[in-house]
């Protein structure tokens, strides 16, 4: 896999509706399963220094736990308050098994 791409998983390890905190290049992020679909994001919430990984998946969506604020989870689009700010998202590609992101 092309570098700066490092393998965090293996392909079918998160079901559906699933999450996996992350460290790559030391970033703290998330892999999420999205109705079968692979996204990665910043592990905080853009409103509070929350973890997201308290929170759950909806859809194509993650809610963080603490004040109930969605976050698109392609483009990290903050979509109820009270945050207002995206989140970041990386790529992720699927190759040879595994999950690959770029933190970069």
């Not at 399963?33 to 990665?40: K, L, R, S």
């Not at 194509?60 to 969605?70: D, E, M, N, Q």
């Not at 109820?80 to 790529?91: C, G, H, K, L, Q």
Request: net charge negative; glycine share 8%.
């Amino acid at each position: 896999m092309d570098a700066p791409f490092e393998a965090v998983a293996v392909e079918g390890e998160l079901a559906p509706g699933q999450m996996k905190k992350i460290r790559p290049a030391g970033r703290r992020l998330l892999l999420c399963n999205a109705e079968g679909d692979y996204y990665a994001v910043d592990e905080m919430c853009s409103h509070e220094d929350y973890s997201l990984s308290l929170g759950c998946i909806h859809g194509r969506k993650i809610k963080c736990s603490l004040h109930g604020s969605y976050f698109d989870l392609a483009s990290g689009e903050a979509l109820v308050e009270p945050a207002d700010e995206p989140i970041r998202t990386y790529p992720v590609k699927i190759d040879a098994g595994r999950i690959w992101v770029d933190p970069t």
